[in-house]
Structure formats: structure tokens, C-alpha cells
């Protein structure tokens, strides 16, 4: 069974400061993908990235960056210089089989506030 | 990104009537469509993956004569709620795959369901 644990539940900064919200998944799989989605108040998700199991390079996008270690069976996502418009929940993400059937587990998501 | 789209965004229904929800794919064929449940502040439960011509596989504990999955074409699927009742009020939303090997699913706007 896969599992996906994100511990903060809320987190509250101020613009223009960093925040990592942290994902730790859980799989006896070998091969696995992992995803965050960010969930505006509008509802949609919006997919952010996926990354596959056998690949451990982090990931720079924009002020988005993620930090992949199987060592400790985590996928943490960090934005830099948090904006208002970075308010939502965000959702970690783990789907092990590839081809079309394979189902995404969400975690419970971190909700983010940053305000002025 | 590939387009999914769900339609309505949100529905007001009385209890005892039946309320269906479409999920299409845009730009893509979507042999795979899932359907997830998100309650208040909660994370998205799986319902149901939905095949292109084939009946749906429910997840544990989602009651199939309720919720009626129909994948009739490769970019439309549907979910039908028979006899709503008020504890069915929750935000539906789907995801499509494009069936080309990409990995991550693409989520649709979204549905607010409300029973009264």
C-alpha cells in the first residue's frame, strides 16, 4: 500500500520569505512517481511536477524548487520570495504503476497563507 | 498542458434526484479518467478509475450503484450521482491521462455538489 504524509497542516509567512513543505511518502515499489499539485481557493488543481523514481536531481523552476532524497523517502517542495498569489493548498502526491491505470495517493495537503 | 474540463462547476440539487457531472478532455484522448471526492479541508479520495469502453473499478467503499461512472468515448466521461442525499454534498473532481505515457494526470475545474 502506498502512503503520503504531509505534516504541516498550515503554514503562515510573510511575502517575500521562503517556505518548504514537506512530503514523505511511503512504497514498496521501485518505481514511482511523485507529484505536487497546488490548489487555489478557485478549487482547480494545477499540476506543478512529477518526478520519476530513478531520478534524484532536484528541480529549479522559477522560484519553485524540490527536493528529491530516497534516503529518507521524501519530496519536499520550497518556494522562494513567497507571494500573495502562492496561497493555496498544496498537494503531495505519489502514483506507482505507469501506463494509463495507475491512480494517483494525494496526501492531506498543506494549506499556505502568505500575506502583506 | 493538456485541457481537461468539468462541467458544471457547481450544482445545487434536491435530496432524492440525480445529478450528473462530465469530465472531457480537451486536446487529448483520455483512455483513463479518474473521479475523486474531496470533502471540506480534506485530501481527494479516490472513487473510481474509468476505461474507455469498459466498466469502472471503485475503490473500497464507494458504492457503485450510486455513483454511476460512464466512459463512453475517448474524451468523455461521466459520473452520476443517483439519489442524492445531503451527505453527498462534496467537491467532485476528475483527472484525465493522455495515454501516451505521460505520467501526470491532468485535473478538471472541479464540481461543488450541494444536497438540499
Known amino acids: 500500500a502506498q502512503k503520503v504524509t504531509q505534516a504541516q497542516t498550515e503554514i503562515s509567512v510573510v511575502e517575500k520569505e521562503d517556505v518548504t513543505l514537506d512530503c514523505v511518502y511511503e512504497t514498496r515499489d521501485t518505481t514511482y512517481y511523485l507529484f505536487w499539485y497546488k490548489q487555489p481557493p478557485s478549487g482547480e488543481l494545477v499540476f506543478l511536477i512529477r518526478?520519476?523514481?530513478?531520478?534524484?536531481q532536484n528541480e529549479i523552476s522559477g522560484r519553485y524548487s524540490w527536493n528529491f532524497q530516497k534516503s529518507t523517502s521524501s519530496f519536499n517542495f520550497t518556494i522562494t520570495a513567497s507571494q500573495v498569489v502562492d496561497s493555496a493548498v498544496y498537494f503531495c502526491a505519489l502514483s506507482t504503476r505507469t501506463g494509463t491505470a495507475s491512480k494517483l495517493t494525494f496526501g492531506t495537503g498543506t494549506r499556505l497563507q502568505v500575506t502583506l | 498542458g493538456a485541457v481537461v474540463s468539468q462541467h458544471p462547476s457547481w450544482v445545487i440539487c434536491k435530496s432524492g434526484t440525480s445529478v450528473k457531472i462530465e469530465c472531457r478532455s480537451l486536446?487529448?484522448?483520455?483512455?483513463?479518467m479518474f473521479w475523486y471526492r474531496q470533502f471540506p479541508k480534506q485530501s481527494l479520495m479516490l472513487m473510481a478509475t474509468?476505461?474507455?469502453?469498459?466498466?469502472?473499478?471503485?475503490e473500497q467503499g464507494v458504492e457503485k450503484d450510486k455513483f454511476l461512472i460512464n466512459h463512453a468515448s475517448l474524451t468523455l466521461s461521466t459520473l452520476t450521482v443517483t439519489s442524492a442525499h445531503p451527505e453527498d454534498s462534496s467537491f467532485y473532481i476528475c483527472?484525465?491521462?493522455?495515454?501516451?505515457?505521460?505520467?501526470?494526470?491532468?485535473f478538471g475545474q472541479g464540481t461543488r455538489l450541494t444536497v438540499v
Open positions: 483527472s484525465a491521462r493522455d495515454g501516451r505515457g505521460r505520467t501526470e494526470a491532468f
Open positions: 486536446d487529448f484522448q483520455a483512455t483513463t
Open positions: 518526478r520519476n523514481s530513478f531520478d534524484e
Open positions: 474509468s476505461n474507455e469502453g469498459s466498466k469502472a473499478t471503485y
